[in-house]
C-alpha cells in the first residue's frame, strides 16, 4: 500500500464499517451519504486488497484481516486522536468522554465514591459506564473503553496492560430476619444444610458459595434460585429461607433496604479476599485526560 493514498477520513470511515457490519448504519452514523460510504468502501477494498466485509444471509461479516485490522485501527485513530489535541488538560473546562467497564460486584463502589468527584471537578466529562457481562478485557484491547475495573487476571497474550490496585472485597451472609439461622453463630454443619441463592455472573465465580464448599470437600449444595444480577436479592431473602452470599457493601444496601440481616462468613467459607483493579492500555496511557482519572482514584483507594 502506498501511504500516499491513504485519506485519514477513509481509516474513520473504516472503523464505523467494521464496528456496524452495516454500511446503512455507518452513513447514519457519520451523517454521510449510503452512497459515499459504499465507494469509500470500494477504496479500502482496492488498498487493503481485500474484501474486508462479506455479504452473508444475515448482513455482513468481516474477514479474517479485516478483523487483524480491527484491533490496530483502533489503536492507530487513538493515537492520532491525541497527538492532534494534546494540550494542559484543564478538568474544570473538558469535555471528554471517559469510557468504564466492569461487572456490578466490582463497579458498584467505586461508582458512587468516584462520580462525585468527577462531577465537583470535571462537570462537562461523560462518563460511560458498562457493566453487561462479556469477556474482561475484549475492549480494553481494542480500544474501546478506557478502564476496565475488576478482579480477574489477564492472560499472557493481553499485554501491553497497566494495572492500579483498588480495594480487598469481603463477603457476607444474606438472609431474612425470621430465618432460623439470622441470630446464630454460622458454621459449616450449619449451613451445608441450608437452601442458598446464587449469584450467576459471567466471570465472577468468586460469588459461589457452592465454590466454596466444594473447595473444602463439600459437593452437592442445593441452588435452588440463580440470578444474573443483584437487584431481586433483598426481596427474595425476606420472603423466603435463601441465603445469599454476597460482597459486603452490597448486603449494606440490601440491609437498609429490606428486613434482611448480614451475618459473618465462617472462616471456613472465607476462602480469598478479592483484590479488585484499575486497567488501562499502554495505548492511553500518557492521555492527560486517563492520567487525571487514574489519579482521581488513586485519592479514592480504599478497603471495602
Given at each position: 500500500m502506498n501511504l500516499n493514498q491513504l485519506d485519514l477520513n477513509l481509516l474513520i470511515i473504516l472503523k464505523?464499517?467494521?464496528n456496524e457490519k452495516h454500511i446503512s448504519n455507518t452513513a447514519l452514523t457519520l451523517g454521510m451519504s449510503q452512497p459515499s460510504i459504499s465507494r469509500s468502501l470500494s477504496k479500502?477494498?482496492?488498498l487493503f486488497d481485500d474484501p474486508l466485509l462479506i455479504r452473508m444471509a444475515g448482513g455482513y461479516e468481516l474477514t479474517p484481516?479485516?478483523?487483524s485490522i480491527q484491533q490496530d485501527l483502533n489503536s492507530i485513530l487513538n493515537m492520532v486522536e491525541?497527538?492532534?489535541?494534546?494540550q494542559t488538560f484543564d478538568a474544570k473546562t473538558s469535555q471528554a468522554t471517559i469510557k468504564l467497564f466492569g461487572l456490578p460486584p466490582q463497579m458498584h463502589l467505586l461508582i458512587e465514591t468516584i462520580i462525585k468527584d468527577v462531577r465537583e471537578q470535571a462537570p462537562n466529562i461523560i462518563l460511560e459506564i458498562d457493566t453487561l457481562p462479556k469477556p474482561q478485557?475484549?475492549?480494553l484491547l481494542k480500544g474501546e473503553t478506557h478502564f476496565v475495573i475488576t478482579g480477574h487476571k489477564p492472560t499472557s497474550s493481553e499485554d501491553k496492560l497497566y494495572r492500579q490496585a483498588?480495594?480487598?472485597?469481603?463477603?457476607?451472609l444474606i438472609m431474612a430476619s425470621t430465618h432460623p439461622l439470622a441470630n446464630t453463630k454460622l458454621n459449616i454443619e450449619l449451613l451445608r444444610n441450608c437452601n442458598f441463592g446464587q449469584i450467576s455472573i459471567q466471570g465472577e465465580k468468586s460469588l459461589s458459595i457452592a465454590h466454596c464448599f466444594a473447595a473444602l470437600g463439600i459437593d452437592n449444595i442445593n441452588t435452588p434460585i440463580r440470578l444474573k444480577n443483584f437487584y431481586s436479592i433483598g426481596t427474595i431473602a425476606q420472603n423466603t429461607d435463601l441465603i445469599f452470599f454476597v460482597p459486603d457493601h452490597f448486603a449494606n444496601d440490601i440491609c437498609r433496604h429490606h428486613d434482611v440481616v448480614a451475618r459473618v462468613v465462617p472462616p471456613e467459607l472465607d476462602l480469598e479476599h478479592d483484590e479488585v483493579y484499575l486497567y488501562w492500555h499502554q495505548r492511553h496511557h500518557?492521555?492527560?485526560v486517563c492520567q487525571w482519572f487514574r489519579e482521581l482514584v488513586k485519592s479514592k483507594v480504599f478497603k471495602i
Open positions: 464505523q464499517l467494521l479500502l477494498r482496492s484481516k479485516a478483523q491525541t497527538l492532534v489535541n494534546k478485557f475484549s475492549d483498588l480495594f480487598e472485597r469481603d463477603f457476607k500518557n492521555d492527560p
